[in-house]
T-cell receptor, first 114, second 117 residues
Framework: AQKVTQAQTEISVVEKEDVTLDCVYE???????LFWYKQPPSGELVFLIR??????QNEISGRYSWNFQKSTSSFNFTITASQVVDSAVYFC???????????FGSGTRLLVRP | SAVISQKPSRDICQRGTSLTIQCQVD?????MFWYRQQPGQSLTLIAT?????????ESGFVIDKFPISRPNLTFSTLTVSNMSPEDSSIYLC??????????????FGPGTRLTVL
């Protein structure tokens, strides 16, 4: 099976808290690509990051960081010192090398309260 | 990344009518995609819009209901035909960009929010 699971449906935090969004994927391909997208209330889908399966280096971009662990098939996303503007639905997605199609998780709604 | 625009940004339509959504990209792209996002749900791929040939539809989506045009490498349209309230969704187009020989990243347009009464 090829699938992405985001078990957290909704998370609510207070501003300045750190928050981690979980993503677990399944694929039979040895080469694959993982993505995170942000969907604010306005509805557009904003690309955040792409990670290739052969590159297990973690990445940090400002307050955002991503932890890719092939051993547990996880690609988790952490926001440090969250802000109200981080409130959005976040989608994790997968493209197996055998397909060009994006497989989306169900999304995690993050609410950051002032 | 490419700049993608969609028209209209939102619309309210009566059941039984049809709506055509336009997707314009500021550069030539090979692959364009159309997605549907029903309220509170994730994104579902409707079809891949191929330039110069018929679109490739995913299971559960048919050409009669969602005809797609792709007249050139920068433009595509999706029509939602004979609409019912169940068609109320956000419709998004996306394009692929990346390095030659590598699986590309998909970038999305701003979406069209459709409400069918």
């Amino acid at each position: 099976a090829q699938k992405v699971t985001q078990a957290q449906t909704e998370i609510s935090v207070v501003e300045k808290e750190d928050v981690t969004l979980d993503c677990v994927y399944e694929t039979r391909d040895t080469t694959y690509y993982l993505f995170w997208y942000k969907q604010p209330p306005s509805g557009e889908l904003v690309f955040l990051i792409r990670r290739n399966s052969f590159d297990e280096q973690n990445e940090i971009s400002g307050r955002y960081s991503w932890n890719f662990q092939k051993s547990t098939s996880s690609f988790n996303f952490t926001i440090t010192a969250s802000q109200v503007v981080d409130s959005a639905v976040y989608f994790c997605a997968l493209i197996p090398d055998s397909s060009y199609k994006l497989i989306f998780g169900s999304g995690t709604r993050l609410l950051v309260r002032p | 990344s490419a700049v993608i625009s969609q028209k209209p940004s939102r619309d309210i339509c009566q059941r039984g009518t049809s709506l055509t959504i336009q997707c314009q990209v500021d550069s030539q792209v090979t692959m364009m995609f159309w997605y549907r996002q029903q309220p509170g749900q994730s994104l579902t791929l409707i079809a891949t819009a191929n330039q110069g040939s018929e679109a490739t539809y995913e299971s559960g989506f048919v050409i009669d209901k969602f005809p797609i045009s792709r007249p050139n490498l920068t433009f595509s349209t999706l029509t939602v035909s004979n609409m019912s309230p169940e068609d109320s969704s956000i419709y998004l187009c996306s394009v692929e960009e990346g390095l030659a020989g590598e699986t590309d990243t998909q970038y999305f347009g701003p979406g069209t929010r459709l409400t069918v009464l």
